[in-house]
């Protein structure tokens, strides 16, 4: 579905990406894995086009991507961006249409207002307050509820769990994989490795801008030196 081929990106002198070679097949969710700065949100965003490669191939269902990131939403891809990034100042149900701004289906749209509502809940019961006064773990559900309503195939999500309480972490990955569930196939970035690799079917390790390893999520997830490197005491 996705093809990322020798993808190399520079920021100023700073090579951030160097021959990146990753596959996702429809319908599986691949995880890539890092500690801070190894390159995770920038490859993510060169396959959104908010980062212009100097060097490589990017191919979505067999053809190359174009450039342009609302193009990019258009072809079926949205990425759910690290941060959040909710539309303080708009209301919960108004930043949920604000995902939905490429299509101009509007009985479909209304009914999948509705199914974000039945997978995130707490949306429906604040859809008129402003996203600004929600907290943390219900921002990040909007930002996906958002991402949603563009009706990607491929969903990038980028940092989902990050700065979220532990019982809201496993909310939200039991959350990825309802949306697995939908027909979604989805490229999850994930500083908690144990929790990204427990729920994914494949994943890459990248480390300062390479792929070091790569292959069956639970294969990685036995590997000595990347439970030392990643793992931690997470597990």
């Known amino acids: 579905m996705l093809k ?3 993808l190399n990106v520079y920021y100023g002198g700073i090579h951030a990406l160097r021959g990146i070679n990753i596959e996702v097949e429809e319908g599986q969710i691949v ?6 700065g190894a390159g995770k949100s920038t490859l993510l965003n060169s396959i959104s086009g908010i980062v212009k ?12 991507i174009p450039r342009a990131p609302h193009r990019i939403v258009e072809l079926g891809i ?26 101009n289906d509007k009985k479909r749209i209304e009914e999948d207002l509705e ?9 429906e019961e604040r859809k008129n307050q402003m996203a600004g006064t929600l907290s943390g773990g219900e921002q990040q559900m909007l930002a996906m509820g958002r991402g ?15 700065g979220l309480a532990p019982l809201l972490v496993k909310t939200i990955f039991e959350i990825i994989e309802d949306i697995k569930k939908m027909n979604k196939t989805i ?16 994943a890459y390790v990248l480390e300062q801008g390479t792929i070091k390893k790569e292959g069956a999520a639970k294969e990685i997830l036995q590997d000595k030196s990347i439970l030392e490197a990643y793992l931690g005491k997470a597990h």
């Open 53 to 64: 490669p100097q060097k490589g191939v990017i191919s979505y269902k067999g053809k190359e």
């Open 148 to 162: 949603l309503m563009g009706d990607p195939d491929l969903i990038l999500l980028d940092e989902p769990s990050l």
């Open 31 to 36: 995880s890539i894995i890092g500690s801070n």
């Open 115 to 123: 199914k974000i509502y039945q997978l995130f809940p707490r949306l």
């Open 78 to 103: 949205c990425q759910v961006p690290e941060g959040r990034l909710v539309f303080a100042n708009l209301t919960v149900k108004d930043n949920l249409i604000m995902g939905a701004y490429l299509r």
């Open 187 to 202: 490229l999850l970035v994930e500083q908690n490795a144990y929790k990204a690799l427990s729920i994914a079917d494949k």
């Open 4 to 6: 990322v081929e020798n």
